[in-house]
């Protein structure tokens, strides 16, 4: 399985972004996924998960600007972001769970400037 993130970038304060998680195979099959993020000197931290079913769960730093979902017919998952602030600013990963595998993509930089 390669989960591949794109969609990062710089925005100032404020603004928005889309970022996009692909799958090499179904979606369908993963339990969960979810994305997480790391800033500069700070450990990886979960931002948001989605479930099979279509659970989800957002960090309370993100709650009401972030909205995860995810297209299985698509084999893709998405992260809207929006109200960006600074300290948003790392390094996206999606991740995925299958039983008891997870796979990791290889990130994508979000940089937000003040």
């Known amino acids: 399985v390669q989960l591949v993130e794109s969609g990062g970038g710089s925005v100032q304060a404020g603004g928005s972004l889309r970022l996009s998680c692909a799958a090499s195979g179904s979606t369908f099959s993963f339990n969960t996924m979810d994305w997480y993020r790391q800033a500069p000197g700070k450990q990886r931290e979960l931002v948001a998960t989605i479930t099979r079913v279509g659970s989800i769960y957002y960090a309370d730093p993100v709650k009401g600007r972030f909205t995860i979902s995810r297209d299985n017919a698509k084999n893709m998952m998405y992260l809207e972001m929006s109200s960006l602030k600074p300290e948003d600013t790392a390094v996206y990963y999606c991740?995925?769970?299958?039983?008891?595998?997870?796979?990791w993509g290889q990130g994508t930089q979000v940089t937000v400037s003040s």
């Open positions: 991740r995925a769970r299958r039983s008891g595998e997870f796979f």
